[in-house]
């Protein structure tokens, strides 16, 4: 939000799990939709079942768009983050550099700006990711 009421030609993208994508649809929708059940992804802090009235108030008036991500892919900038940047997040902060790592998004030649935030992770979740078991 701040940084695009800074600069109003900045494009703010939203990105959010696939298995927990209540934002995502509210926002492409213009109301707040529920899901069934409270998702499961590694991104636990992105896990509640809706937003409320005021982001998704926030969302229309800021977001230009939304991308969903994988679980496989969540990890995998988990670990890109953890093993290469050496800087530690949760899972939910590791969701916003997914689609520069998988190329959703085409970075080449633009400045991106991504928040990384929070240290409170739990490593045996993402093992569970990375190695389903069968």
Do not use: F
Not at 33 to 49: E, N, Y
Not at 102 to 125: F, K, P, Y
């Amino acid at each position: 939000m701040a940084a695009a009421a800074k600069s109003p030609k900045c494009q703010v993208i939203g990105v959010e799990p696939e298995r927990a994508n209540d934002a995502n649809r509210s926002w492409r929708e213009g109301q707040i939709i529920t899901l069934d059940t409270v998702p499961d992804t590694i991104a636990d802090g992105l896990r509640p079942r809706h937003i409320g009235q005021r982001n998704l108030i926030i969302m229309r008036r800021y977001v230009n768009d939304m991308i969903t991500v994988s679980e496989q892919a969540i990890a995998e900038s988990l670990l890109y983050i953890w093993q290469r940047l050496k800087i530690v997040v949760e899972t939910s902060a590791a969701v916003a550099l997914v689609p520069i790592l998988t190329g959703g998004i085409e970075a080449r030649g633009l400045r991106i700006g991504i928040i990384l935030s929070g240290g409170n992770v739990d490593l045996s979740e993402l093992w569970y990711y990375r190695y389903p078991k069968s």
